[in-house]
T-cell receptor
Framework: EAAVTQSPRSKVAVTGGKVTLSCHQT?????MYWYRQDTGHGLRLIHY???????EKGDIPDGYKASRPSQENFSLILELASLSQTAVYFC????????????FGPGTRLTVL | GQQVQQSPTSLVLQEGENAELQCNFS?????MQWFYQRPGGSLISVFY???GTKQSGRLTSTTVIKERRSSLHISSSQITDSGTYLC?????????????FGIGTLLSVKP
């Protein structure tokens, strides 16, 4: 069974609206990550977390908030969705820092109109 | 500058031919991974290969840490191998174990 799940799998949102993407992992991993994928840019890190109730900024955090209420759950929040945030979003988890393997969820396709 | 460079950007093969995909890193790395992705699809981890050579079926990955490069060899390609292959590295010394991705190699295998 899938160890990293995401919901929803796809979503259409309106500009200026609030969007919450959810991620759940059953790997018992400490680290969780949110990446976005755009054509021509590969995947880029938005936010990550290494413990519940704490989040860290990644390489492109502007316009996004993250929340880690428990070890298993990690959310990405777009308070005011914009057209430029149309992308595919991937969640991942890993056991430790220092180069451990990352396990990815199936992705969420977000379209902002 | 771009920390992860993949080559070639695209590749067309006849079924049965071999392929060699390259990934070069501009900084030292703790680890790297290879992923496979179909258009609009999920990321499928192909190899976690911090160093050395790993093989799985027709796929072989070789990472040479000192030379900051990794390769993915696909032997006897099949039509179902078509898709995008992404490599990603965790930079040495960076906090949080974040991955830096390349843009990918688009592989098309023709019958």
């Amino acid at each position: 069974e899938a160890a990293v799940t995401q919901s929803p799998r796809s979503k259409v949102a309106v500009t200026g609206g609030k969007v919450t993407l959810s991620c759940h992992q059953t790997n018992n991993h400490d680290y969780m990550y949110w990446y976005r994928q755009d054509t021509g840019h590969g995947l880029r890190l938005i936010h990550y977390s290494y413990v519940a109730d704490s989040t860290e900024k990644g390489d492109i955090p502007d316009g996004y908030k993250a929340s880690r209420p428990s070890q298993e759950n990690f959310s990405l929040i777009l308070e005011l969705a914009s057209l430029s945030q149309t992308a595919v979003y991937f969640c991942a988890s890993s056991d430790e820092d220092w180069g451990d393997e990352q396990y990815f969820g199936p992705g969420t396709r977000l379209t902002v109109l | 500058g771009q920390q992860v460079q993949q080559s070639p950007t695209s590749l067309v093969l006849q079924e049965g031919e071999n392929a060699e995909l390259q990934c070069n890193f501009s900084t030292s790395l703790n680890s790297m991974q290879w992923f496979y992705q179909r258009p609009g699809g999920s990321l499928i981890s192909v190899f976690y290969n911090p160093s050395g050579t790993k093989q799985s079926g027709r796929l072989t990955s070789t990472t040479v840490i000192k030379e900051r490069r990794s390769s993915l060899h696909i032997s006897s390609s099949q039509i179902t191998d078509s898709g995008t292959y992404l490599c990603a590295m965790a930079p040495y010394g960076s906090s949080g174990n974040k991955l830096i991705f390349g843009i990918g190699t688009l592989l098309s295998v023709k019958p």
